[in-house]
């Protein structure tokens, strides 16, 4: 059973930025395929910024150029450091990662762009 915890999220005026930090446990191998999503109100969950099993990044165009996905495989932790945030990008932000057949989610952490 994995376990994913965030932490990062808060409040941050437009323009400013934040980081994203999400620690897996509870994995017998390093998690290869681990990313960001987020929900906003209304809205169904979308992909952010996503690693693939061959280790490439995927992000969504609307976060292209401001949003940079990283992590630590020795720590199992995926980051995601987010600038030029913008009040659309206001969500509850969530880990997601794919490991021996399975989905696991963290609890969100919420974020949250003032204009």
């Known amino acids: 059973q994995v376990q994913l915890v965030e932490s990062g999220g808060g409040l941050v005026q437009t323009g400013g930025s934040l980081r994203l930090s999400c620690v897996a446990s509870?994995?017998?191998?390093?998690?290869?395929?681990m990313g960001w999503y987020r929900q906003a109100p209304g809205k169904q969950r979308e992909s952010v910024a996503t690693f693939t099993s061959g280790g490439i990044t995927n992000y969504a165009d609307s976060v292209k150029g401001r949003f940079t996905i990283s992590r630590d495989n020795g720590k199992n932790t995926v980051y995601l450091q987010m600038d030029s945030l913008k009040p659309e990008d206001t969500a509850v932000y969530y880990c997601g990662v794919f490991y021996s057949g399975n989905v696991y989610w963290g609890q969100g952490t919420q974020v949250t762009v003032s204009s």
């Open positions: 509870g994995s017998s191998f390093t998690i290869r395929i």
